[in-house]
């Protein structure tokens, strides 16, 4: 501007400099002595109407230096007041010669060598606003932060400057000075108005700081300085400057804004904000599906239905819950709703009442849902369940425990079906070795093909079978030879002693079923089967439930939309569509051995997926 290179300038002059006085915010002036041909002179420059006040004389337009009368002093605060009105910042420039033969230990002394200053010049610099500053003070404040301004500035330029950024509204602006003495109460009492602290010190930030989280505030604060450490530390959550702060600032600090932009801090805002919405997701979805894997394991025991959830379903069921869940929901990016949404309190729950609604309602419904399936199932011909067999009702005897029938005892036995009548066999005395026990046939109603069936079972019988055609020592009478199904022939060893645990024997328990007389091992068989069916058909319906509230648990805040930004997170849609293809494969694939489930019909895939429908 001048012609000269000030970098020069600069280095010429440094080498003359003796003494130096560091700038600080509670100083406000930095200060050097220079070694000058008429003698020491000091050079001390800082904020305009604190350098004003320790002048007592200044330099004419002539360069005559000249007392500063009142009047003059009035003029200077004037021209100060109205260049920072402008939002300008205010210097001012002073000097004061010494005698040669001052003596050198006088400038070690900061406050007596500035005393008695040489006003030289005022100086007005602008430093504009960055342009996405005022939008993002905007976003902070539609976000429920309240912004503050706490600057060293001269409390005219502190006001404009806040005025342009939009952080003055209707609020109060205060000096340091004044607030600094206020007594605790009076300065609670006006906290919340105050929007601007000007000519303030780091001590003064601190209070401000220390008055606020004592008023149960959740403060950030930012600062580059050494000084601004302790207010810093204090803090909920400090922001120091990567570019212009001192290492000190960034070690009390908990976040380092790398490029001292505030569109940085808002950022740092959304992220925090979206991890906690995320963290809130997974335990919405893991509290949901815990409770309702708990809940039925409980019920279904309580009524005798077994466990219809496996060890490997379960083992499926707990990778969704946590590792799958937690990389989804927890991977999902910031978005302008949480920016909306107003700030959490130091005490908020980490379980929002609208949290436990969701976690509720979906678990009630879940619960509901699994145990209808487990109690209406059985109910259906295609999912018909028999009773569970027990090896005692398929004793050989035709009695419950094994016991034996007395003497000439005759009873009826398992006839299953309509106006079906049993026949009892008795196996003859031996002495010494076998008492006469009687035995019981297992009849069912064969209509017309009984000629067929009893020559089947009783080859050349007429009604009376050779004891050589069961390899028993003993004649059986068939009395109703119309109404025969086979034998309860129990399997004897050598010495003709009954054996208690017989396979193949029919079924001596009319209550176990009424469609049939079975084999035990067929009658375990077809409950196995019929069981498997069930707890399949369970197991399916419950992932598909879960995997339908998977993208329920994305919204927390009663969000009509569930599926807005869906596909804004490519980790969510991945794993989505990874749970989704890993289900049909464990459940139609040669995999559903190993979870013990079995292929489902279209059918029931519909109904799995109408099911999960209904969640939403």
Known sequence: LLGTDYRAVREARSKTVTRMHQF???????????????????????????????????????????????????QHEKHITEMASRGLRTLAIASREFSPSENSATFDDAEACEAKLTLLALVGIKDPVRQEVPSAVKTCQNAGINVRMVTGDNIY??????RECGILTDGTAMEGPAFRKMSDEDRKAALPKLQVLAR?????????????????????????????APALKVSDVGLSMGITGTEVAKEASDIVILDDNFNSIVASVSWGRCVFSNIRKFLQFQLTINGVALVVATLSAVTQRGMPLNVMQLLWVNLIMDSLAALALATERPNVELLQEKPH?????????NMWKHIMVQATFQVAVLMAVLWVAPELDRYSLPKSPDRDDFNCLGLRGGDFLAADETRPMCCVGANINATAYTLPEVPGVQEEVTFGECCYDCGDDCDAERERLLPGSDGEAEVEDFALPWMGKVEHPTRVCSLLVPELNDALE??????????????????RCVPYHDAEHEYEHANLAINSLVFNVFIAMELFNFINARKINDELNIFKGIFTSPVFSGVLF?????????????LNSFFKVQGQTWEEWLLAIGIGFLGW
């Open 24 to 74: 600080n915010s509670d100083r406000k002036r930095s200060s050097v002595v220079a070694a000058e041909e008429r003698g020491p002179v000091l050079y001390a420059k800082g904020a305009a109407e604190i350098v004003l006040r320790m002048c007592t004389s200044q330099v004419e337009a002539s360069g005559a230096v000249v007392d500063m009368s009142h009047e003059a002093r009035d």
């Open 157 to 162: 330029t502190a006001q404009h400057i806040a």
């Open 200 to 228: 303030s010190t780091p001590s003064d930030k601190y209070l401000l700081v220390s008055a606020l989280k004592e008023m149960g505030e959740v403060v950030a604060v930012t600062g580059d300085g050494t000084n601004d």
């Open 345 to 353: 309190g130091r005490d908020a729950s980490l379980i929002s009442r």
């Open 498 to 515: 009954i054996v208690d645990d017989v396979e193949g024997v029919c079924c001596c328990d009319p209550k176990w079923s009424d469609k």
């Open 578 to 590: 990874v749970i989704l293809v890993s289900q049909v494969i464990i459940m139609e694939s040669p």
